[in-house]
């Protein structure tokens, strides 16, 4: 059963950063691409950023293009989201996903997923 822990959430100013964190377990991450993605409240999820865990290709939705950097240390099982530039809208709850093959945009095909972190951003 694969496990995916986020860390890294919190309170910020707008213009300030975030490191969230996904910690994996319970399966062969190789195989496996990530997303993030997050809701806010009302809202539907949508998707932030994803990569491929064996080949390192991203894709970012273009509300965070240049402002947050995915990525990922194979040998701890982790994958990143590097905020900078935080704006309040970008308040939400933050959630790492998994699933196989080609990194997708659509949360309904992510397989397995975190618990969430709360990011919220103050004007």
């Known amino acids: 059963q694969v496990q995916l822990v986020e860390s890294g959430g919190g309170l910020v100013q707008a213009g300030g950063s975030l490191r969230l964190s996904c910690a994996a377990s319970?399966?062969?991450?190789?195989?496996?691409?990530m997303g993030w993605f997050r809701q806010a409240p009302g809202k539907e999820r949508e998707f932030v950023a994803a990569?491929?865990?064996?080949?390192?290709?991203?894709s970012y939705a273009d509300s965070v293009k240049g402002r947050f950097t995915i990525s990922r240390d194979n040998a701890k099982n982790t994958a990143y989201l590097q905020m900078n530039s935080l704006k309040p809208e970008d308040t939400a709850v933050y959630y790492c996903?998994?699933?196989?093959?080609?990194?997708?945009?659509?949360?309904?095909?992510?397989?397995?997923w975190g618990q969430g972190t709360q990011v919220t951003v103050t004007s």
């Open positions: 996903a998994v699933r196989r093959g080609a990194i997708n945009r659509l949360w309904q095909l992510y397989d397995y």
């Open positions: 990569i491929s865990w064996s080949v390192g290709s991203t």
């Open positions: 319970g399966g062969t991450f190789s195989s496996y691409d």
